[in-house]
């Protein structure tokens, strides 16, 4: 019955890190192509900005229920997996990789979610001055936007960009892993691992 339960736990983690990962990866895809480009739609600038900051407000909650799913569960495989990771060549550095792409996407996605406050917060503060402001979408500024708003903008961007880079490279380090999982490799991976030469 342990054989079962363990297997049933380790079914279940990699469930919920595979749907929590796709969560994360799909909603900052969206978010990048979708949510930030749509301003360019509308004619006034700060209801550029506004919109893209209600979405990302709105979906901020799912978005770290994602990053929390990738980050518990993947915690609870890596336990999972201790002794493989001891023994199967390649798979702890793999999984290290892993870990590490997951915080620091973490950390990404963070500094974009505060960049785009800031965004939020400049351009209303802009707004109550009456100062002239536009913008091309929520992350791209233009002549009549404010040099400080264009700063945010510009981190914006390069941190939004990253976080799919780093949620896509945390499913394919996940795949990776999985395979190793397949009889032959893990006899393969232990068979290197203690290979003398």
Known sequence: MTDLNTADSRFTAQ????????????????????????GADLRDGVDKVRVAASAWRRFAPAQWLGIGAVMVAGSRLTWESKGRLAVQHGIGRAGAAQAAVAVVGAAATGFAAWSGNRIAQLTERAQD?????????????????PPE????????????????????ANIVLNAYLTQHYRPGVTVAGIVRRFRPF
Do not use: C
């Open 15 to 38: 469930a919920v890190h595979d749907l929590g990962a796709a969560l994360w990866f799909g909603g900052s895809v969206m978010g990048v192509a979708g949510v930030n480009k749509s």
């Open 129 to 145: 001055r009456g100062e002239a402001f536009d913008t091309e979408d929520a992350t791209i500024s233009n002549d009549k936007t």
């Open 149 to 168: 708003v264009a700063v945010w903008q510009r981190r914006q961007r390069v941190a939004q960009y990253l976080v799919p880079v780093f949620a896509g």
